[in-house]
């Protein structure tokens, strides 16, 4: 038997038990049976009891989140009818609150979802103007108004039958709503699930607000059949959104034009997307050669493409294209949904037979609204529309489909959103500015006719408020208003006025993804990736991203500005851009540490003692290029040394806290992924039989040497530690360098005489006969390099620089003369210093790293070399982390027996007296560099030119190595 509550929306979701109905990817799953209880107890504990009292109205602040849907599948199955509204439009817009007066409103804050009760009470009164009629007097007085204060009566109880208000989209001037009752809700899921064929197995992604009507189509059609949804509330120009798409085993993908355009400028006709299997097309007009080009893509992937039409009115579905007629009839809308009709009529509403013959579109079906409502007693107003009249143009095709060719009415669609553009003038109006409004379905020209009115700052206003991207709205100063013939309004001359439409083009798709790759809202035209925040850890995605939508890698495009990089034309390189210096130095480091790794690993050191100054030289080196990166990061207004004047003092007092926490955010997570290239290198040792599995384990912990590994534990340390080194310089200049830097110098010998411990705490201070890197004297080297890059005043950075070559040759003249050179050399080479733990070391280092930094620089500035050429050196340096890791597992897994063999065979070719150990190591070190330069070139590239799957799977792995464990960072792209 049915009961009343099953004959509600959703209410009977139940049935489908187990199946899934709602997946956060990577975390929670939720069955529609778990839904529907979680939905029972939202709306017992929200929609029950006497605060309640009687059924009334529920407004919910609609996200992709379990909490929202959850309470959106409370209130209906509830039998209360809910206002569907974007974030923060309560706030925003008193307005809904004062003319629909919700009982209950379920909104996200900073601290997590909350309910308010009846809250449209706590408004002021509105005031109400009377009119009141002066005593005849002589002469004539101007009228008066009189305005008193209403207390309003208790709402309307709404009507039965109401399910769900939607706002209009784009609606301007007074808040008006679509009522939609259970009946339009269902019947139109039905009929979009009879087309689309949607089966239990199917998911759909929250690609569309769950607000706007195609939105929540999406989701009626798969909760109500037993399907499911993922929850992403990425933008789809963003990568984590196709993560998610992925992860959650996404089948489906709902898009309005925008997002398609934007999809074909960010190369998705490029490339197959697994597991897809529809792809829907609504809230506008698609240009016909876009259609065809996403039908003839979709057709190759075996996916099916719709092309569909509909308004909110409707619930919102009306017509659709079936995938086998899209690439023929490209600019047709197809055919009414199942239960529906369409017809067109003249001017004088009769029915136009003929094929062919424009009219008026007119849509008749169960899933026509109610009717609108602009106040709270029209909730109470039972269904009043037969038939929706949708102000389009259309005709009949021979092939029986529908075609638009226009509007008959002052609306256009744009972004999938409808907008009046009367409401625009009205508005305008009610403000005192005096203009008039044209559009078509890709922008709005707003003519200005009053003077005064800043452009800029009317388009971003307006872009914003109606939700539509900020290209589509254009503001023009009209010194009158044009006029035709016949005395009325010119709006295709103000259209005109408005310059040639901005297409959503290469260079704003480039952008926008290089945007989110930094996590940044926007990138200006003077900014380049590098001055914009790029490093290490993103240099290999932003690559990838330039070289994927111009289709070969451009040169040097890491420090090119955006106005030059982003070009609208993908078929036009830009001019090779000049190299980076950091780039260029990380390079040289990756180098002298890997070939370090081989000496040690042929024991090369054996036959040429000094070939161990290369490690010498790699540590400082890296940790110098770790420091200037974190200035090129946080310091991009410079380092003031001298904090005592007024200007510094103001600076650091605003900036200090602020970017402590800047820093901490970005480098504390980014010790996950270092961390993962120490187990990864350290699971590698075990495996290839280098370390036993006990050494492993402790090295996990820093309490055993690792061998190949020790950079990356130093690093381990350094970005927890950087935070505390680059505040107190930020914030003291030349007193936070005493601080951090002075100390560890001061009682290093007392340091080195302090008994052994155990390996982690001779790591961290030097303590006893650890070799490893100290991580206490480390800093000195990211604060030596944090001052190269942060210095702003060449004076401060000679003065820097000079200091640090006199200290060098003062340390080591002592040392000279008393030890001589040679002794002086195997000191160094054999680490007997202890790398970091004494001050000669660190004079080495630094000089070291000036002369390697000062190669980076003049490298970077120099004639370039052929291309194909500096790629294979820069690689290591665009993505250390693979390299170091990668080359590090391959000479652990290069097996004793090739070598003994190796060795045998250049014994038997090399002249008597040469040493066939150090020619096999030497060859193999030279083409063990060589090959790992080149796979890790091919790893950062889109298209690899060598290596094929083996670099596409290894960039995978080294992407997720990138991101997995940092924090991912939202970019404000909109699709």
């Not at 059924?55 to 919910?60: D, H, N, T």
């Not at 009415?409 to 508005?427: N, Q, T, W």
């Not at 075990?686 to 690093?715: C, D, H, K, S």
Request: charged share 20%; aromatic share 10%; hydrophobic share 45%.
């Amino acid at each position: 038997m049915e009961t009343a509550a099953s004959t509600r929306l959703f209410g009977s979701i139940e049935r489908f038990g187990a199946r899934l109905a709602l997946l956060r990817p990577g975390g929670e799953a939720w069955t529609h049976a778990e839904l529907a209880v979680a939905a029972d107890r939202w709306a017992a504990l929200h929609l029950s009891g006497p605060d309640c009292g009687r059924r009334g109205l529920v407004a919910i602040e609609m996200a992709p989140e379990f909490e929202a849907i959850v309470a959106l599948v409370g209130a209906c199955r509830a039998g209360w009818p809910v206002l569907l509204l974007g974030e923060g439009k309560l706030a925003s817009e008193q307005r809904l609150r004062r003319q629909f007066k919700p009982e209950v409103e379920w909104t996200r804050e900073a601290t997590g979802w909350r309910v308010r009760r009846d809250a449209w009470q706590a408004l002021p009164p509105e005031p109400v103007s009377l009119p009141v009629e002066p005593p005849p007097l002589p002469g004539e007085l101007p009228a008066m108004e009189l305005e008193l204060a209403v207390r309003e009566e208790a709402p309307a109880e709404p009507h039965e039958e109401l399910a769900m208000l939607l706002t209009t989209s784009g609606s301007t001037g007074e808040p008006k709503l679509v009522r939609l009752s259970t009946r339009n809700l269902v019947s139109n899921a039905m009929s979009i699930a009879w087309y689309l064929g949607i089966e239990p197995d199917e998911r759909a992604i929250t690609s569309l607000p769950l607000h706007y009507s195609y939105g929540l189509s999406v989701l009626t059609s798969h909760l109500l059949h037993g399907a499911a949804l993922v929850l992403s509330a990425h933008s789809v120009s963003e990568r984590a959104f196709w993560e998610d798409f992925e992860l959650g085993g996404a089948t489906s993908f709902a898009g309005v034009p925008l997002m398609y355009e934007t999809l074909a400028h960010l190369g998705m006709l490029e490339r197959p997307l697994s597991g897809l299997r529809t792809l829907t097309q609504a809230g506008g007009r698609l240009e016909p050669v876009l259609v065809k080009r996403f039908a003839d893509w979709a057709a190759a992937q075996g996916t099916r493409f719709y092309v569909m039409y509909g308004q909110t009115e409707a619930a919102p579905r009306m017509a659709f294209l079936p995938p086998e007629q899209v690439a023929a009839h490209p600019d047709c809308i197809g055919q009414a949904v199942p239960g529906g009709e369409l017809r067109v009529e003249n001017e004088a509403g009769e029915v136009i037979d003929e094929d062919g013959v424009a009219g008026e579109l007119v849509y008749r079906g169960p899933n026509v609204m109610m009717g609108y409502a602009t106040a709270r007693a029209d909730l109470a107003r039972g269904a009043e529309v037969a038939e929706l009249r949708t102000g389009d143009i259309a005709e009949r095709t021979r092939d029986g489909l529908w075609r638009i060719v226009g509007r008959s009415s002052r609306f256009v669609k744009i972004a999938g959103l409808r907008v009046s553009l009367d409401g625009i003038e009205s508005d305008l109006r009610e403000v005192g500015v005096r203009a008039k409004v044209a559009g078509d379905d890709r922008r709005i020209v707003i003519g200005v006719v009053e003077p005064g009115v800043p452009p800029a700052g009317l388009a971003g206003v307006w872009s914003r408020r109606l939700g539509v991207p900020a290209r589509a709205v254009r503001v023009v100063a009209l010194r009158e208003v044009p006029v035709l013939a016949n005395g009325k309004t010119d709006h295709a001359a103000i259209l005109a006025r408005g310059g040639p439409v901005e297409q959503p083009g290469a260079d704003s798709a480039l952008r926008r993804e290089l945007a989110s790759i930094l996590g940044r809202e926007r990138l200006d035209d003077e900014e380049s990736f590098v001055s914009a925040g790029g490093d290490s850890l993103n240099l290999v995605e932003g690559a990838i991203a330039v070289e994927r939508f111009y289709g070969e890698r451009v040169p040097g495009w890491e420090c090119l500005p955006m106005a030059e990089l982003c070009r609208e034309n993908p078929d036009t390189l830009p001019e090779r851009g000049r190299d980076d210096p950091l780039l260029v130095a990380r390079s040289i480091a990756l180098w002298l540490a890997m070939s370090a790794h081989v000496v040690f690993k042929f024991d090369l050191w054996q036959w040429i003692p000094k070939t161990l100054v290369a490690t010498a030289f790699a540590t400082p080196l890296l940790l110098v290029v770790f420091g200037w990166g974190l200035a090129r990061k946080f310091a991009r207004d410079g380092v003031r040394l001298w904090p005592w004047t007024a200007a510094a003092k103001r600076h650091a007092a605003v900036g200090g806290r602020l970017r402590f926490r800047e820093v901490s955010r970005w480098c504390w997570p980014l010790a996950g992924t270092y961390y993962g290239a120490i187990v990864i290198t350290m699971l590698a040792q075990g495996v290839g039989g280098e370390m036993t599995w006990e050494q492993v384990g402790r090295a996990l912990y820093f309490n055993e040497e690792g061998i190949y590994a020790g950079i990356w534990m130093t690093y381990f340390w350094m970005v927890l530690v950087a935070p505390f080194l680059v505040w107190p310089v930020k914030r003291w200049g030349v007193l936070g360098v005493l601080v951090v830097t002075v100390p560890p110098w001061w009682v290093w010998q007392d340091l080195t005489r302090a008994p052994e411990v155990n390996y982690f705490w001779g790591h961290v201070f030097g303590w006893g006969g650890v070799t490893g890197p100290s991580v206490l004297h480390a800093t000195s080297f990211v604060v030596f390099g944090f001052l190269l890059g942060g210095l702003l005043s060449r004076w401060w950075k000679a003065l820097l620089v000079v200091g640090v070559l006199v200290w060098t040759g003062w340390l080591f003249n002592q040392h000279l003369n008393r030890l001589g050179l040679e002794t002086v050399w195997q000191l160094l080479a054999y680490q007997e210093y202890r790398r970091l733990t004494h001050p000669v070391y660190m004079a080495f280092g630094a000089t070291g790293a000036l002369l390697f930094t000062s190669i980076g620089w003049v490298m970077a500035r120099v004639p370039r070399s052929p291309a194909s050429l500096r790629d294979i050196f820069y690689s290591f340096g665009r993505s250390s982390v693979f390299a170091y890791v990668f080359g590090n597992i391959i000479l652990v897994f290069t097996p004793q027996r090739f070598t003994d063999a190796a060795v045998r065979l250049v014994a038997t070719m090399v002249p008597p007296g040469w040493s066939p150990e150090l020619v096999f190591g030497l060859v193999y070190g030279v083409v063990f560099l060589l090959g790992l330069a080149l796979i890790t070139d091919d790893v950062t590239r889109w298209r690899p030119r060598m290596f094929g799957r083996l670099a596409r799977g290894l960039r995978a792995g080294n992407l997720w190595l990138m991101r997995v464990i940092r924090p991912r960072r939202r970019a404000a792209v909109r699709g």
